[in-house]
């Protein structure tokens, strides 16, 4: 049975940073594409981030570009979320998000987190 947890998440205040963990277990996912969905209250889910399974493509959202980094760790279902500059609208539950191809389309992966709270305070 696939598993992916998130953690990490919390209250910060503007301006400041936290660091999403992920980490996927009950198949091989040495060669997938791993990534980072947010979605905010009333709105849709939306892509932030994903990383190739070689760590040599990542794509980010223009929300995201220039504040935060995706990495994979040492282990080959492990991803990191690292985000700085953080602003009241990055306020969201984030996901992590593992599948085969690289793509900023959520129907694109199937196994999916059960998310963790960021909160952004003004």
């Known amino acids: 049975q696939v598993q992916v947890v998130e953690s990490g998440g919390g209250l910060v205040q503007a301006g400041g940073s936290l660091r999403l963990s992920c980490a996927a277990s009950?198949?091989?996912?040495?060669?997938?594409?791993m990534g980072w969905f947010r979605q905010a209250p009333g709105k849709e889910r939306e892509f932030v981030t994903v990383?190739?399974?070689?760590?040599?493509?990542?794509y980010y959202a223009d929300s995201a570009k220039g504040r935060f980094t995706i990495s994979r760790g040492d282990a080959e279902n492990t991803v990191y979320l690292e985000m700085n500059s953080l602003k009241p609208e990055d306020t969201a539950i984030y996901y992590c998000?593992?599948?085969?191809?690289?793509?900023?389309?959520?129907?694109?992966?199937?196994?999916w987190g059960q998310g963790t709270q960021v909160t952004v305070s003004s």
């Open positions: 998000t593992a599948g085969p191809v690289v793509s900023d389309s959520p129907g694109m992966f199937p196994y």
């Open positions: 990383i190739d399974w070689s760590s040599s493509t990542t």
């Open positions: 009950g198949r091989t996912f040495s060669r997938y594409a």
